[in-house]
């Protein structure tokens, strides 16, 4: 477990222990994680990611930087990858396109079933709409929140543009602000929220001229998406080499 006294760390690792078919092995924190030198769940928790060599799997909830180096480690010794950190960045991105040269990996913004069922459901309803119905998601999340939008809120704008025919970096908005004008034709509008303890909400909204139709997510825990990576580490040991998305290991 990469990152195991973060939020979703912890409920990894106690959903994990109460499972009969996997162990934890280590469990890698910053340097400067008060854990270090413990154990949980049975392993060490150590800042040593040369600690992922002999793991069939490891599962990544942490920072961009420590998904990069993390990755680059798994490399040497193949190790497969559940990676749940959003907001990666070109140099995580590319680290992680090295290690699916030469072990599985999978990459989710978010791994409840709900939720990508919702990004199914989301590219058909775009798709069968058509241009008449403006596209905008609004995303809420807690104060502690780095990345905005969320992970999941640009998977859900992905899944739109997808269902258009369109490439999403041609008319994603995440900022209007200002004598912007009239809504250019075609766009997708991305609005993050932030505060409380919520822990995860989005909506995609379609906006027609007289009707309008919304689709809601609401994450009431995080057991949602520890249990998920779990699911999904369970399924990728022993996949092929390559890239994987939750779709694969929900069969949707
Ligand atoms: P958090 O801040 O509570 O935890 C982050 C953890 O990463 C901590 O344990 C921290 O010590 C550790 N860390 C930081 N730098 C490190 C390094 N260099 N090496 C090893 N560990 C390091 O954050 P969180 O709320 O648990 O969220 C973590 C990430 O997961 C965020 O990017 C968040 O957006 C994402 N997230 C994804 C999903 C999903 O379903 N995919 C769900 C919730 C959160």
């Known amino acids: 477990m990469l990152g195991p006294s973060g939020r979703m760390g912890r409920r990894v690792i106690e959903l994990l222990a109460a499972r009969s078919d996997m162990t934890l092995s280590a469990a890698i924190d910053h340097p400067a994680s008060p854990l270090i030198g413990q154990t949980m769940a049975g392993a060490p928790v150590t800042s040593d990611a040369g600690r992922l060599a002999g793991c069939a ?24 990858a559940v990676v749940g950190t959003t907001g990666l960045g070109r140099a995580a991105e590319s680290a992680l396109a090295s290690l699916e040269e030469v072990a599985p990996v999978l990459v989710a913004a978010n791994f409840s079933l709900g939720v ?20 905008e998601i609004v995303e809420a999340h ?8 969320s992970g999941t809120a640009l998977a859900l704008a992905r899944a739109l543009a997808a269902g258009r025919g369109v490439e999403l970096e041609k ?23 932030r505060g409380g303890d919520v822990i995860g909400d989005h909506t995609a909204h379609f906006l027609g001229d007289g ?29 092929a080499p390559g890239r994987y998305t939750m779709r694969d290991v929900l069969g949707l």
């Open 116 to 135: 990508n069922l919702l990004l199914v459901l989301a590219e058909t309803a775009a798709r069968a709409l058509g241009t008449g119905f403006d596209l």
């Open 57 to 80: 799997v490891y599962i990544d909830f942490t920072t961009p930087e420590a998904t990069e180096e993390a990755a680059r480690a798994a490399a040497a010794h193949r190790v497969a």
């Open 171 to 193: 008319v994603l908005t995440t900022a209007r602000s200002g004598d912007v004008g009239a809504r250019p034709d075609g766009e997708i509008g991305v609005v993050a929220l």
């Open 211 to 239: 009707e309008r139709i919304e689709l809601t997510h609401r994450a009431g825990s995080r057991d949602l998406f520890a249990a998920g990576a779990l699911r999904a580490a369970a399924w990728l040991a022993g996949q």
């Open 142 to 149: 807690h104060r502690h929140k780095r990345d905005a939008p």
